[in-house]
């Protein structure tokens, strides 16, 4: 890659209040919502502070104008990091107060390609959600630059250019994936492949998976999951599932999933000693995993003819709740892949957080559905329009606060969870 392609960043520490992070350490607050879908990457929120039955009630504190993105915001303590793409040439993130919406300090640099065929009628924007661990933030651009930034100021860290450093081509959708943090370790899908990089230094710790067919241009994230007796990183290729042992990057396993043009977009989605994904234009699967003494062996245990295609589904109880290609939500039973219910169609997109039996989607027309997650029949409880605007980013929920972040600006949305009643004095 030339130098005028080289990322350099520009830090302007634009408000920096003398208090710093609200957060020190490596560890989230129990609202914190620090990376793509949220503290523990399954849309399942961990406050215990109820939800409310109605979205009547909610109400907009502030909003950011911001140039287009696809990457959700996240939220450590009070602040909230958020990406765009300025002029179609620059790519930066902004820290905001989480009180206020003000700037605390912005970070850029030069990252833009065209992407190809359907997906240029939305745009090249970033894609890649960031990370946080309280210390650092983690941004995959979309030219497969991985960027390590100080939480505090904004200053730049290290940054890993996997074209640069590894040969590799740029990605012809761009880097999508978004970086998972695990101890001193920063994991992402970039240069064709599948990596472990040192969260403190930028170190690659080792590549695997690269050279794999279909691997260019992944479009999901992995995630870090239990399964058969065995922690390992479930990544999710173009054309594959694939286990990978945390310690040295050895592949434990893989599976072939069938794919219409290598659109396998889900992120994993673990249920028991089983894994489960959904394609565009083809079927929904279930693949379970045994262990055998450290050898590994998986097998489809069913599937449907469910077909998804860019919303990751979230699990309740026995049940998973997948949006589809065709618009339509519907429910599947885990145990057998029958599928109980199937609704009206809605837009192409959803994002969703979970708590309790309670699923909040924000739909990519601007529509936010506050949905009761019940296997028997579909029930959608409220709706509430928050957007004008398209609403690609994934939605973000921290304590009382909603945050949207649509194609114009992110809007924070206060919907005044219920409270649990006082007892009479």
Not at 151 to 162: H, I, L
Not at 208 to 221: K, N, P, T, W
Request: glycine share 10%; with cysteine; hydrophobic share 35%.
């Amino acid at each position: 890659m030339g130098s005028k392609l080289r990322n350099k960043l520009v830090v302007g520490s634009l408000l920096w209040i003398a208090t710093g992070p609200a957060a020190a350490g490596n560890d989230p607050a129990q609202d914190d919502w620090p990376q793509w879908r949220g503290p523990t990457r399954d849309a399942k929120v961990t406050t215990t502070r109820p939800w409310p039955s109605t979205l009547e009630n909610s109400r907009e504190r502030w909003r950011v104008p911001l140039g287009p993105s696809y990457s959700g915001p996240i939220v450590w303590g009070n602040r909230i990091f958020v990406t765009e793409t300025k002029n179609k040439e620059t790519e930066a993130v902004r820290a905001l107060d989480r009180t206020t919406g003000s700037e605390l300090w912005k970070a850029s640099w030069t990252g833009a390609i065209s992407v190809p065929f359907f997906a240029k009628s939305n745009g090249s924007w970033i894609r890649s959600t960031p990370a946080c661990d309280g210390e650092s933030l983690f941004v995959a651009g979309i030219r497969d630059v991985l960027v390590c930034l100080d939480v505090a100021t904004g200053a730049k860290r290290w940054e890993f250019d996997f074209p640069e450093r590894l040969g590799t081509a740029i990605p012809a959708f761009g880097c999508v994936s978004s970086p998972l943090l695990v101890g001193e370790f920063v994991f992402v899908q970039a240069g064709g492949g599948f990596a472990k990089l040192h969260k403190r230094t930028g170190e690659l710790i080792w590549h695997v998976l690269d050279g794999g067919e279909g691997m260019d241009s992944a479009f999901s994230s992995p995630i870090l999951a239990k399964v058969s007796d065995s922690t390992q990183f479930l990544v999710q290729m173009r054309d594959e599932l694939a286990g990978v042992r945390p310690a040295d990057g050895h592949v434990l396993w893989r599976q072939k999933v069938p794919a219409y043009r290598g659109m396998n977009i889900l992120t994993p989605t673990v249920h028991g000693n089983g894994i489960l994904t959904s394609t565009y234009k083809n079927k929904t699967f279930f693949y379970s995993l045994t262990n055998q003494g450290g050898s590994f062996t998986s097998h489809e245990t069913w599937k449907s003819s469910a077909q998804g295609y860019m919303s990751s589904p979230v699990v309740i109880g026995e049940h998973v709740y997948l949006h589809l290609g065709n618009g339509r939500f519907c429910c599947i039973d885990l145990r057998d892949g029958q599928e109980t219910w199937r609704s009206k169609p809605f837009g192409k997109y959803w994002s969703m957080a979970v708590s309790g039996n309670r699923i909040l989607a924000l739909d990519e027309r601007g529509q936010l559905l506050l949905i009761e997650a019940n296997p028997d029949e579909f029930r959608l409880l409220d709706r509430k329009s928050v957007s004008d605007e398209e609403c690609w980013a994934h939605i973000a929920v921290s304590g009382a606060d909603v945050l949207v972040r649509d194609l114009a600006g992110l809007t924070l949305f206060d919907w005044q969870p219920q409270t649990s009643p006082t007892p009479e004095s």
